[in-house]
Every structure is written in C-alpha cells, then in structure tokens.
C-alpha cells in the first residue's frame, strides 16, 4: 500500500492536482446547476399536467440535436483558444472567439428559422398526439427559434474554459438558475393582477435566463482584466483558415454526438419492446447514473483545456500528464459514486418508483453500473482530452462502432434474442463503455496526436 501511495504521488504532484481541481469543480458545478434548470422546469410543468411534461420532453429531444451541433463548435473553439493561450497568442485567441461568435450566428439564427416556418411539421414528424401538441407548440416557439442565444451562450462559455476560465461559466449559470426559477412561477402561473402565459411563460423564461447569460458573458469578455478580450464595436472580419479549423474540429464532434442520439433512440424502441417496467426502469436508473457522470464532465472540461494549453506551450509531455491526471481524479469520484450506488440501490430505487418489479431491475442495473464506472470516466475524459488537442475524429469512429456494432447490436442480442431483459440491456451497454474506454486509453498513450495540427 505504502509504494502504491509513493507511486501515486510521484506521478501526480499536489500543485497539479489542485490546477486540475480548480478547473474542474466549478465545471461540476455548472453541470449541476444545467441539471437542476431541467429539475425546476419539470417540476413547474408537471402542475400543468401530464401532456404538458411530454410537449416539453418532445421540444427537448429536437434541442438536444441541435446542442449537439452548438457543443461540437464550442469543442472546436475550446481546443483552438487552449493552443493559442498556451503559445501566449492572445490576439489569435480573441480572432477565434470572434470566428466562433461569427458561426454561431450563422447556425443559430439558420436553426431558428427552420423551426420558425417548420415547426408544426417537426414536431408531427415526431408522432406527437393531438392533445401534447397543444403543449408542446407553444413551449416550442420560444425556445427553438431563439436557439441562436443558446448557441452563442454555449460558444462563449467555451471560450473562456479554453482560456482557463471556469468560474465565470459556474457563476453565470448560478444567475440564469436564479431568473428561470422566478421567471417560471411569475409567467407561468402570474402574480398580483397578471394571469400567467402556462407553458408559454415556461419558454419565455428558459429563453430570457439564456438571454441574460449571453448580455453577462459578454460583459465578462469585454473586460480588459481577462485574458481574452472582444470589444464588440471594434471592426470584425471573417478569417477563413479559423473558420475552417474550427469546423475541421468540431464536425466529427457533432457527428460523434449525432451516432449517440440515434442510436439511444433505437435501442431505447427495443426496450420498450422489453416492457413497460423495463423501460421505466431504465430510465429511472439512467436518470441516477447522471450524477456519476457529472464529476466526469467537470473533469474532461479540465484534461480539454490544460492538454490544449500544455500542447501551445510545446509542453507534450506535460499535456499527456494533465490528461491522465484528469481521468485518474474523475474515476476517484465517479468510483466513490459507484460504490454508493451499489450499496444504497434499494433505497435510491425507491425513491422514484413503489414497484417491486421495477425497483427490482433498478438495482440490479445500478449495480452493473457500479461496475463499469472506470471505463465509464475514460470515455468522458479521454474523450474530452483528445478532443482539446484536436483529435476529434478517432472517438467521433470509437463511438461509432462501439454504439452502433456494440450497444445496439448487444441490446438487440442481449436484451431480445437471448431473454435477458433489462439486464442483457445493461450489459451491452457495459460491454460498449469498457471496450471504448480501453481503446481511448490507448490511443492516448500512443500519443500520436501531440504533433497533431490545427491550422
């Protein structure tokens, strides 16, 4: 135990871990926090009714394709900031902020047109019934066709993580929890003489918060204290070989997001094949899982921004040390959360369901889940290490394979064929996370990708 211990420190020095840390918490922080916007509104909605929860859950899925996009363009405008802040080329790291600001538009306002003069056709191709349509236009219309605030919120705050700023992300998102909240109750349910818009107050307030966090983002960037700084008045200028690095980046990203989405939409379909409380359960566990991938998160967020930074300075070695510090701190947490998912199951089943046969498959699930959760801070970490460096093309094809030939084939296999239920389901996702986890581990210590270039 004792050379274990002296290994482990020789490897990671405490200064390092507390520059890891002091990215990564407030990084976990604002996971957190975006978690509990969705808790508050599903918590105000579901007074509405039934159907009003599902118009929202159907706007939901349609925003999460087009996060996907907006994530990837802030992955590739994290990575370009982390090298140039790391190579001390403020001016090429402001030039990208600018770029990005530029592609945000573009694809935000692009977005928001197509759900403005679409909108009823995306959200019948769902299959929505008559009586969630009612709901779920109107919560539609204010958050999907302003999605260019969104995007441009998202594109700012990966700017500032790519320049080593993760509080000002964190303290926003503490003020835009603030407004939602008061926002929802006064819009949807009104005060003093004021009725109340219902489910329409509810888009209007997720809407206004992300409007304020883009005016506040704003005024952080426009400061001359931080290290990358906008003016907004100044001229602007469309540099093409930033933008095409940054698109370069970030359209496997988006693409690797995509495979995901569609393919938890299919074996999603094959579960409920499985049974009304396989299915419940499933979802009830994933929901718990949550928490266990937040300190990932957080984490990745940090390997993404030191490994970009390091690699600018020319530091390589340095870089691939931040990483594997990074992922060896996230599978500390997220094991310690296995751990107590595996003990406390029964009681954490049944804190969403009074179905033995449910809370049943629940811990049975969690349990599987316990298990897996190194392979589990792998996949995110590493994932988010090679991303900031650039690479984003390899677990773009990792998730390919692993969610298409492995998880829907295995659920298909697994869960159907074989009768294993929600178990086989289990598995195969395991089966998916652990071998993704080793060959991203690999490739990231090879460590091909340090000589990788941007431009």
Known sequence: MTEMTAAIKGFMKESDAKTIMALAIPAIIENVLQVFVGVVDTYFIGKIGTEAIAGVGITNLIMNIYIAFFLALGVGTTAIISRNIGADDIESANNTVKQSIILALVIGIFIGIINAVFSKEILLVL?????VFQYALPYFYPV????????IMMILSSSLRGAG???TPMQIAIVMNMINIV??????????NFKGLGILGAGVATTVSRVAGVILLFMKINRNKV?????????????????????????????EKLFMRFGQLIYSGMIIRIGT??????????????????????????????????????????????????????????????????????ILASLFSKDPM???LVVKVLRIIALIQPFSS????ITSALQGEGDTKFPMYSTLIGIWGLRVLGVYVLGLKLHMGLVGVWVAVSIDIGIRGIILMIRFLKGGWKDKKLY
């Open 227 to 255: 290290k990358i700084h906008v003016n907004l008045f100044n001229k602007w200028h469309i540099d093409r070989v930033i933008l095409k690095s940054i698109t370069k980046i970030g359209l496997p990203a988006a693409l």
């Open 183 to 192: 926002l929802d109750y006064i819009l949807m349910f009104g005060i003093f």
């Open 277 to 346: 409380e396989a299915y419940a359960a499933h979802n009830i566990a994933g929901t718990i899982e949550t928490f266990s991938y937040l300190p990932g998160m957080g984490f990745g967020v940090a390997a993404a921004t030191l490994v970009g930074q390091n690699l600018g300075a020319g530091k390589k070695e340095v870089a691939q040390k931040a990483g594997l510090m990074s992922y060896f701190l996230a599978a500390i947490f997220m094991v310690l959360a296995g751990i107590f998912f595996y003990i406390f199951a029964p």
């Open 127 to 131: 299959g929505t019934e008559e009586k």
């Open 144 to 151: 999907a066709v302003p999605s260019v605030f969104l995007c």
């Open 165 to 167: 700023d993760t509080k």
């Open 358 to 360: 449910v809370i049943d």
């Open 378 to 381: 792998a996949t995110t970490v």
